[in-house]
């Protein structure tokens, strides 16, 4: 599967964005799709997840109640709705499939594919 993560941009504190994670070659179906970011200097981190054929949802602790992940069967696509941006918020963001079991879904290493990354820029 190939992904492509677009959407990112320069907004102000306060602001919104929304990241769009789309899959070509295959479905989405059975499989586990998930935001990380990534700040110069420091390590990846888990943003959201999803659980494609269950529905299920899962937040990072620094962004509940801000991001919102969502899935449009029709299209094979994850959206990241990001709401309340905070300059913190800075960082390329990646989508990224694989089949990590519930309690591993926050760690890099269990996803098999990544797409390029988009630049997110919160800043006045």
């Known amino acids: 599967v190939q992904l492509q993560a677009s959407g990112g941009g320069l907004v102000q504190p306060g602001g919104s964005l929304r990241l769009s994670c789309a899959a070509s070659g295959r479905t989405f179906s059975g499989q586990t799709v998930s935001w990380f970011r990534q700040a110069p200097g420091k390590e990846r981190v888990f943003v959201a997840g999803?659980?494609?054929?269950?529905?299920?949802?899962h937040y990072g602790d620094s962004v509940k109640g801000r991001f919102t992940i969502s899935k449009d069967s029709a299209k094979n696509t994850v959206y990241l709705q990001m709401n309340g941006l905070k300059v913190e918020d800075t960082a390329v963001y990646y989508c990224a499939v694989g089949v990590p079991v519930l309690s591993a879904m926050r760690e890099p290493s269990m996803y098999r594919a990544w797409g390029e990354g988009t630049q997110v820029t919160v800043s006045s």
């Open positions: 999803i659980r494609w054929s269950f529905g299920s949802v």
